[in-house]
């Protein structure tokens, strides 16, 4: 017996476990297999074409009549900013000219959209369970009509006051993002600095606390103990991000598996000079000598574009200096399918909870 099953019957799964969306890091096998486990599948679709949605939705009930979580960011474009994006690239001069490449040639960086009336219009058409935002709330018209889909509305809070801010905009779930989550940082209410961002197990009870809808618990969880925990300060499920991360199904690079391998999440840190966003990823030499934080880096996503260069010289080489890492603070490997996965952490948390 789970001790609040709130997320469980909002979303109709039998596991108190959300399977992080994760932005160019999976495709639909990971949220099968995820799905088929009684977790709910998230398909991340920020760096996808509505098409490539439509195949992944397509793909995912075609194999499993398990809900579907389609995840979506909410940022503002960036305006462009021709200084600033001088200031990078001389910024990254040395680095080019250190791979003999030319620092003026032209390069774009991976397309993050923001949702929008085409991709609302999509979740009209397939109509998911579950619809989740990353970087605040769409225009409130649009998020209108994604409830009256029939759709669950949920987004991440890296604070109290974006947790409340959420509700009151009628969101049916939150996710409490602690500060050791890896990947981007959901930060979007104006003067937050996540410098000062709690943990998870300082987060979470004051948002449970805040807020009367179901809680998520983000940030940290790896194994059962992390879940029991979450359950004990307030959470109604998880959402398990890094650990995915070492699944055969995840679609991570070579060397972002081996950098995983490397150790346990003592080696991460917030960094901006992937995307232009705060993210967590494990240290490497790009956030070394430029950041981790770097005011000149360019508004998000154009951060990323003069770094492609870059890393697409260094990774056929063996070299990670240039990519973005992402990971938790805690994390451990595994060689376990997701499917396995979700049911190994599912039943640690109830052997803990069982005992009292």
Known sequence: MWPDRRIQELFGIALPIVQAPMAGAHDAALAIAAARAGALGSLPCAMLSPQQ?????????????????????CHRPAAADPAREAAWRERLRPYYLEFGLDPA????????????????ALVEELRPQVVS???????????????????RAIASATTVAEAVW?????????VAQGNEAGGHRGVFLEG??????????????????AV??????????????????????????????????FCPEATIAPLHRRALSAGEGDDTALTNVFSGRPARGIVNRAMR??????????AFPGAGAALAPLRARAEP???????????GQARRAHALGAFELTRELARQAQDLLDRG
């Open 192 to 209: 937050e600095d996540v410098s000062t961002q709690a943990g998870l197990f300082a987060l979470l009870p004051r948002i449970a606390d």
């Open 53 to 73: 949605a439509r195949e992944q939705v397509a793909q995912y009930r075609a194999a499993t009549d398990a809900p579907v979580n389609l995840n979506f960011f």
């Open 133 to 151: 935002f990353h970087f605040g709330l769409p225009a409130p018209e649009l998020l209108a009509r994604v409830r009256a889909s029939g759709a």
């Open 317 to 327: 080489a063996g070299d990670d200096d240039f990519m973005s890492l992402w990971s």
């Open 166 to 174: 959420l509700e009151q905009r009628g969101c049916d779930a939150i």
């Open 105 to 120: 040639a032209a390069s774009a960086a991976a397309a993050r959209a923001p949702f929008d009336e085409a991709w609302c």
């Open 289 to 298: 000598e430029l950041g981790p934080l770097s005011p000149l880096a360019p």
């Open 212 to 245: 009367t809808v179901p809680v998520i618990a983000a940030g940290g969880v790896f194994d059962g103990r992390g879940i029991a925990a979450a359950f004990a300060l307030g959470a109604a499920a998880v959402q398990v991000g890094t650990a995915y991360l």
